[in-house]
C-alpha cells in the first residue's frame, strides 16, 4: 500500500516553515520591539527631571519633526506591526491548507490508482484462468466427450 496516507501528509507538513514566513516574523518582531521602545523612551522622557530640551532621549527634536511624542509613535508601530502580522499570517494560513488539501488529494487518487490496479490484475489473473480451463477442456480426449454409442439387444 502507498505510504501517503492523510495522516502522514499531516505529520510531514506540520513542521515546515518556510523562508517568506521566517522574514516577516524577524521583521514584525523587528517593528513591534521598535514600537515598545518607543513606547519606554516617551515614558522616560515624560519623567525626566529637568527641561525637556535637555534629556538624552531627544523627545523634543523628534516631537518638532514629526509632530508625535515618542509614545504615540511607539503605539501606532505596536499597531502596524500587529496589522502585518495578522495579514501575513492569514496568508500562510491559507497557503498551507491549500498544499494540504492539494496533498490529501494526491494521496486519495494514488490510492484509488492502486485499488484499481489491484481489480486489474485480479481480472487478468481471472482470465488467465479460464482461458487455462478452456484450453483443459478442449484438450480432453474425443472418445471421453462422445455418447457412448447402444449396443445391440441379443433376442
Do not use: C
Request: proline share 4%.
Amino acid at each position: 500500500m502507498n505510504d501517503m496516507t492523510p495522516t502522514k501528509i499531516e505529520d510531514v507538513s506540520k513542521n515546515k516553515i518556510s523562508k517568506g514566513e521566517k522574514v516577516f516574523i524577524v521583521l514584525d518582531g523587528i517593528l513591534a520591539l521598535g514600537g515598545l521602545v518607543m513606547i519606554v523612551l516617551g515614558f522616560i522622557a515624560d519623567f525626566y527631571p529637568g527641561k525637556p530640551e535637555d534629556n538624552w532621549t531627544g523627545q523634543a527634536a523628534f516631537q518638532n519633526a514629526m509632530h508625535l511624542s515618542y509614545r504615540w509613535f511607539g503605539v501606532i508601530l505596536i499597531l502596524v506591526a500587529a496589522l502585518i502580522a495578522a495579514i501575513a499570517l492569514n496568508g500562510f494560513a491559507r497557503k498551507n491548507d491549500t498544499d494540504n488539501e492539494r496533498a490529501l488529494r494526491r494521496a486519495q487518487r494514488l490510492k484509488i490508482i492502486s485499488e484499481s490496479e489491484k481489480v486489474t490484475a485480479e481480472q487478468e489473473a481471472a482470465a488467465i484462468a479460464a482461458k487455462e480451463e478452456a484450453k483443459a477442456v478442449e484438450a480432453k480426449p474425443a472418445e471421453e466427450e462422445a455418447p457412448k454409442a447402444e449396443e445391440p439387444k441379443a433376442e
